[in-house]
């Protein structure tokens, strides 16, 4: 019995993946013209050098996210793309080196923002489906991600000279909407993400003043990171990743052999906001560099962690049986082995995502 209610799970998955890639084979997206939204005020002009953790060789490329939102009736006559591009003007008063450009001192080509006030890309879109037709359970690689994202996908990028941020909001035919962005890794983080995007959704919502804003300025949230880093620095902790960076003059970081595993349960991404309610998923758009660790539920509603594989059919198969012998000792069940010749088809859009 626990053999079969096994297969029928992993079967109707993989119906469901299936089902999902038929219907976005025919998806069509109409992008608008690229346009450079500048902060709604007049910014500082000057010059931010980055730190040498910043500064690494390996950051300069732009990491992705894709954020999913279903319709809400109440806000039928609200267009997200354009609430989100008034947003984005607001948001830049306050992060205004986000609008800047990155330029290269010679002869160490070391990065400095020149806080120019130009902007960052911005692209309106549509599409022609229902967020039901991504299927109950997005993950990175999320579908079409080449189609919601602004911008090429790559492991590397020319980062000087250009925007520092990339967004595109793509309409669907439901009401919902997906907020596709590719930001340089140099410029922010994970944590630094959510900050902006936090401070972007409050001016979404039209929060009076965004309070988080003027309670906790980015200057204020500088002011703490360096007094800490002094602390660090006087305890004998900082000939680490940062004072070795400097003696070697920011090294390259040795990909090859290499397994990178970024943890983004506690991120806060799916807490992202913009007035439609909490994403159906929100976090990275694509597995490139490293497995995401994020939030997720089972068929149950119960919270877990998301680990999206990419692997050979039978190579998954064989992880989802030797993990879940090690999660079933737990209650002394029993497990059986994948029928290897029922999920040939299981790699469904060029990635397939164990639930276990």
Same mark, same amino acid.
């Given at each position: 019995?626990?053999?079969?209610?096994?297969? +029928? @799970?992993?079967?109707?998955?993989?119906?469901?993946?299936?089902?999902?890639? !038929?219907?976005?084979?025919?998806?069509?997206?109409?992008?608008?013209? !690229?346009?450079?939204?500048?902060?709604?005020?007049?910014?500082?002009?000057?010059?931010?050098?980055?730190?040498?953790?910043?500064?690494? /060789?390996? =950051?300069?490329?732009?990491?992705?996210?894709?954020?999913?939102?279903?319709?809400?009736?109440?806000? &039928?006559?609200?267009?997200?793309?354009? %609430?989100? @591009?008034?947003?984005?003007?607001?948001?830049?008063?306050?992060?205004?080196?986000?609008?800047?450009?990155?330029?290269?001192?010679?002869?160490?080509?070391?990065?400095?923002?020149?806080?120019?006030?130009?902007?960052?890309?911005?692209?309106?879109?549509?599409?022609?489906?229902?967020?039901?037709?991504?299927?109950?359970?997005? %993950?990175?690689?999320?579908?079409?991600?080449?189609?919601?994202?602004?911008?090429?996908?790559?492991?590397?990028?020319?980062?000087?000279?250009?925007?520092? +941020?990339?967004?595109?909001?793509? !309409?669907?035919?439901?009401?919902?909407?997906?907020?596709?962005?590719?930001?340089?890794?140099?410029?922010?983080?994970?944590?630094?993400?959510?900050?902006?995007?936090?401070?972007?959704? /409050?001016?979404?919502?039209?929060?009076?003043? %965004?309070?988080?804003?003027?309670?906790?300025?980015?200057?204020?949230?500088?002011?703490?990171?360096?007094?800490?880093?002094?602390?660090?620095?006087?305890?004998?902790?900082?000939?680490?990743?940062?004072?070795?960076?400097?003696?070697? !003059?920011?090294?390259?970081?040795?990909?090859?052999?290499?397994?990178?595993?970024?943890?983004?349960?506690?991120?806060?991404?799916?807490?992202?906001?913009?007035?439609?309610?909490?994403?159906?998923?929100?976090?990275?758009?694509?597995?490139?560099?490293?497995?995401?660790? =994020?939030?997720?539920?089972?068929?149950?509603?119960?919270?877990?962690?998301?680990?999206?594989?990419? =692997?050979?059919?039978?190579?998954?198969?064989?992880?989802?049986?030797?993990? &879940?012998?090690?999660?079933?000792?737990?209650?002394?069940?029993?497990?059986?082995?994948?029928?290897?010749?029922?999920?040939?088809? %299981?790699?469904?859009?060029?990635?397939?995502?164990?639930? =276990?």
């Amino acid at each position: 019995m626990h053999r079969q209610t096994n297969s +029928l @799970k992993h079967l109707k998955f993989l119906s469901q993946k299936m089902s999902v890639a !038929r219907t976005l084979t025919t998806l069509s997206v109409r992008r608008g013209e !690229r346009e450079l939204v500048a902060p709604a005020r007049p910014t500082p002009y000057e010059f931010k050098v980055l730190s040498d953790i910043d500064d690494q /060789e390996v =950051l300069r490329f732009y990491r992705s996210g894709a954020f999913f939102y279903r319709g809400d009736a109440s806000k &039928s006559g609200i267009d997200p793309a354009k %609430a989100i @591009k008034s947003a984005i003007s607001e948001a830049l008063v306050h992060y205004y080196p986000l609008a800047g450009r990155f330029r290269e001192l010679q002869p160490t080509r070391k990065l400095v923002v020149e806080c120019t006030g130009e902007g960052v890309v911005f692209v309106e879109a549509d599409a022609n489906v229902r967020m039901e037709d991504f299927g109950d359970s997005v %993950a990175p690689p999320v579908p079409c991600y080449d189609e919601l994202l602004p911008e090429q996908e790559s492991a590397t990028a020319v980062v000087v000279d250009r925007p520092l +941020l990339f967004a595109q909001v793509t !309409r669907l035919t439901c009401g919902g909407f997906v907020f596709g962005f590719q930001i340089c890794h140099c410029i922010a983080d994970g944590p630094g993400i959510v900050q902006f995007l936090t401070a972007l959704t /409050e001016f979404t919502r039209g929060v009076p003043g %965004a309070p988080t804003l003027c309670r906790r300025p980015l200057g204020e949230a500088l002011r703490l990171l360096l007094e800490a880093k002094a602390r660090a620095e006087q305890e004998g902790y900082v000939q680490s990743v940062a004072g070795f960076n400097a003696a070697h !003059r920011r090294p390259a970081f040795p990909k090859a052999r290499t397994y990178l595993i970024s943890d983004m349960t506690q991120g806060g991404m799916m807490a992202v906001d913009f007035g439609w309610g909490t994403p159906v998923y929100g976090g990275p758009a694509t597995i490139i560099l490293a497995t995401f660790h =994020l939030e997720g539920r089972n068929e149950a509603g119960e919270a877990g962690v998301n680990v999206p594989t990419r =692997l050979p059919v039978l190579a998954l198969e064989r992880l989802k049986v030797e993990v &879940s012998k090690g999660l079933i000792t737990v209650s002394g069940g029993t497990v059986s082995e994948p029928d290897a010749d029922k999920n040939k088809s %299981a790699l469904v859009s060029g990635h397939t995502l164990a639930k =276990l």
